[in-house]
């Protein structure tokens, strides 16, 4: 395909150089010719814009002028795609202009003339053609697909991702809330147990105080009514024995 190419590309630009030079260098010999085109152009879309001069050989050097670079371009297959799209679009207002054989009255000149015009128009597919060749390679469009359905594949694929770190964030939060918790539980109860274990101590220990206490309050009351009872019985024998002795 590549020698094809090779061959084909300065075969369809051949006609275009010829031509383009023509233009460039006698424009006012073709002139006549291209006036059903370049008279509107130059009336009617020239003043609009500076793009444009107003001079009819003017447009007609430039038409000529375009078609002789790009055709120059397709022979070397430099920006062949957009040398061909160049040339296809000089070539419309070019057939136009001189191959208008819907207005030609004599029978031999008209069909000479659609001959012309239907040769201008298969040379534009031709061109067409060759601007959407891509070499083998795949077309802009696709390539925009492509790269459309990749973009979305690797967003999906990263809100997956995502969806899952968070999961996975979510799921040890959660784990860390439930042993906090446990451990929270874990120490209360143990913190309640050392108070009521300290509570219940501090009962014992002051109930046996309390019961030492009343016991040595107890043998000290027992003692020291002992001892006033032995005090009052010996006061009281000791009493009985003197009256007794004055007696006698």
């Known amino acids: ?4 190419r090779r061959i084909a590309r300065p075969l369809l630009a051949s006609m275009f150089v010829s031509g383009g030079y023509e233009q ?3 424009p006012a010999h073709l002139l006549p010719a291209a006036k059903p085109v370049v008279e509107p152009v130059s009336s009617t879309v020239a003043p609009r814009t500076s793009l444009l001069p107003e001079n009819p050989e003017q447009l007609v050097r430039i038409n000529g002028a375009v078609q002789l670079g790009a055709g120059v371009l397709l022979a070397l297959g430099r920006a062949p795609r957009l040398a061909s799209l160049a040339l296809a679009v000089t070539l419309v207002p070019t057939t136009l202009a ?3 054989f819907w207005e030609e009255e004599d029978p031999e000149r008209r069909a000479a003339q659609r001959v012309e015009f239907l040769k201008n128009v298969s040379m534009l597919g031709g061109l067409l053609l060759a601007a959407a060749d891509t070499h083998g390679k795949p077309s802009l469009a696709y390539r925009t697909r492509g790269a459309a359905g990749h973009a979305g594949d690797t967003v999906a694929h990263r809100a997956h991702s995502a969806a899952d770190l968070l999961g996975g964030a979510a799921s040890g939060v959660t784990d860390a809330l439930g042993g906090a918790a446990g451990d929270v539980a874990h120490a209360v109860r143990d913190v309640t147990g050392t ?3 300290a509570v219940q101590g501090a009962t014992g220990t002051v109930a046996h105080t309390v019961g030492g206490a009343a016991g040595t309050v107890a ?3 027992g003692d020291i009514a002992g001892t006033v009872a032995d005090t009052v019985a ?3 024998t000791d009493a009985a024995d003197a009256v007794r002795r ?3």
């Not at 395909?1 to 094809?4: I, K, P, R």
């Open 1 to 4: 395909m590549a020698v094809l």
């Open 24 to 26: 460039v260098r006698d």
């Open 98 to 100: 001189a191959h208008r």
């Open 195 to 197: 108070v009521a274990h």
């Open 219 to 221: 043998h000290g009351a």
């Open 234 to 236: 010996g006061g009281v």
């Open 246 to 248: 004055r007696l006698h």
